[in-house]
């Protein structure tokens, strides 16, 4: 892929990365969601976004037993529920600029109304499995992931793993990312019966949802990777 573009989507990444950490400096027990939602994509306006490229959303955020909810991007509306002293938090965030996007999500946890920065010093033994486990498999995705491997073949092997660890896909299609193109519709996923090569497309993006049984709660973590001489990349 040619600097230039790469340079581009790098750019927007960035910003979603800036974005999540303006969160989490902003979010308070007592805020509503709607505001942080507010507030995100705000951020991502003044900051190099000309619009949202998944339903004119630009940030998803759900809290609590929310965290646990999949659905279409066309019928999401933020809840009116305020952040509590002990919380769990999905940001999934969708800018665009000149038709280039970003696509990143993270699940933050606050405890005793302080936001958790290190995964491994969260109390809640539940929440800090769940992102750990998030943590894994994209650790995981990126030794396992070959140019020639297809959709498919990753989809059976991440949601083995999944099942294997004791976890389960939330996913309300029941995939685990998608391709990174400029038409939401075009985009091909990480799906049973998907037989392109993971490296027939230029980027994808790797989103597992997942929780464990007789849980409320869910853990999503979502990055872009590319191919760079035979190697997967993070962007």
Known sequence: MEK??????????????????????????????????ALCEEY?????ADSFWYW??????????ETAVSV??????????????????????????????????RTLVFENGVLCSETDKIKNDEWRNG???????????IEVATPNMTFEELYYYMN?????????????????????????????????GNHKRLSDVKMFTFEPHISIPDSKYGYK????????NGRLIKL
């Not at 940001?91 to 970003?102: A, F, M, R, T």
């Not at 992102?131 to 995981?140: A, F, I, N, P, R």
């Not at 973590?221 to 760079?228: G, K, L, V």
């Open 4 to 37: 230039e573009i790469l340079d581009l989507y790098f750019a927007m990444q960035n910003l979603n990365r800036a974005a999540i950490k303006y969160a989490a400096g902003m979010i308070q027990v007592g805020m509503r969601l709607p505001r942080i939602k």
């Open 44 to 48: 991502l306006m003044k900051n190099g």
């Open 56 to 65: 004119d959303v630009g940030a998803f955020i759900f809290a609590g037993d």
């Open 72 to 105: 279409s991007g066309k019928d999401y509306k933020a809840a009116d529920r305020i952040i509590q002293e002990n919380d769990i938090i999905t940001i999934d965030l969708s800018p665009q600029k000149n038709n280039i996007w970003g696509d990143y999500a």
């Open 131 to 141: 992102l750990l486990m998030e943590e894994y498999l994209h650790k995981t995705l």
């Open 160 to 192: 083995d793993l999944i099942a294997k660890k004791g976890f389960f896909n939330l996913d309300f299609l029941g995939n685990l990312g998608h391709s990174i193109v400029k038409n939401k519709n075009e985009r091909i996923y990480i799906e049973k």
């Open 221 to 228: 973590r979502e990055d872009i990777y590319y191919f760079s």
